[in-house]
């Protein structure tokens, strides 16, 4: 079939398979700079919609209800949320089996809107529930890199 032919049945479309080398570079871009210059401080960031009285986090450069811009309007949550929504997963990144399976959540930073994904530590997976209590725990100052990883986990607050 010459390449200016249509195909008349989808069966006659054939694959090959390879395989293409990439590499990249993720921008965090201005909000997520911020966000993650301050996880080397062991703080959470959000940025503030003065219009609609909303916290964003992680932190945007535009409100997404009315478009006010936010850069300038960046301020330190706190490090204490909520589970919004959790699961237990069983496999590593690679697909390796766990042996002991780990808690992830959505966790929602108190007063704010959004959220992120985290593990929870320091609690078994029988005794989470929607809207519990959590607080971060960061690794120590001299190991972060100004990355979601600076924390931890996510524990229960007692
Ligand atoms: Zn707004």
Redesign the pocket.
């Known amino acids: 079939m010459a390449l200016i032919e249509r195909f008349q049945k989808v069966t006659d479309v054939t694959y090959w398979e390879g395989q293409i080398p990439m590499s990249y570079i993720y921008t965090v871009g201005r909000a997520g700079e911020k966000f993650f210059r301050e996880m080397i401080n062991g703080k959470i960031f959000g940025a503030k919609?003065n219009?609609?009285n909303?916290i964003y986090v992680p932190p945007r450069i535009y409100?997404e209800?009315?478009f006010?811009r936010l850069e300038e309007n960046y301020l330190e949550v706190g490090t204490k949320g909520k589970v919004h929504t959790f699961t237990q997963c069983y496999e590593t990144y690679d697909g390796v089996r766990k042996e002991v399976p780990s808690i992830v959540a959505v966790i929602r930073i108190d007063g704010t809107e959004g959220g992120f994904v985290h593990w929870l530590g320091e609690v078994e997976f029988k005794d989470v529930y929607f809207g519990m209590p959590v607080e971060a725990v960061f690794k120590d100052k001299k190991e972060r890199e100004g990355s979601i990883l600076d924390i931890k986990y996510f524990r229960p607050i007692k």
Request: with cysteine; glycine share 0%.
């Open positions: 919609c219009q609609c909303l409100c209800k009315c006010e």
